[in-house]
């Protein structure tokens, strides 16, 4: 059997399952930053990590293509989790990363 045989086409139904959000938000233990780095580079950094738990969130809500993810739900993921409302570049951030998961 041929490999393309057996990746389910876009239309068909995958294994994933939403995970609602309403279940208490568990943040991972923080460690401190490096020290003697610029303060672009713990911007930078930061908004990473920001937007990399509201892409995960946002999987585990069931949004599964960028396009899905408008700014505005973003921020109310945000709002869901707990953290602070996403600038504009960080919520681009969010669709890169989902974009990179597909």
């Known amino acids: 059997m041929p490999a393309a045989a057996l990746k389910p086409l876009p239309t068909q139904s995958t294994s994933k399952t ?3 959000l309403d279940l208490p ?3 991972m233990a923080k460690r401190p930053l490096p020290p003697g ?9 930061n908004r990473r990590l920001k937007a990399m738990r509201l892409a995960i969130a946002l ?6 293509v960028p396009n899905q ?3 505005e739900k973003i921020r109310s993921t945000a709002e ?8 504009d570049t960080t919520c681009h951030m969010v669709r890169a990363l ?3 998961a597909r």
């Open 59 to 64: 999987l585990d809500s069931g949004v599964y």
């Open 80 to 87: 869901l989790i707990g953290v602070h409302p996403p600038s």
């Open 18 to 20: 939403a995970v609602p």
């Open 37 to 45: 780095r610029s303060r672009d580079w713990y911007v930078t950094h």
């Open 69 to 71: 993810a408008r700014n």
């Open 98 to 100: 989902m974009r990179y």
């Open 25 to 27: 938000y568990q943040p």
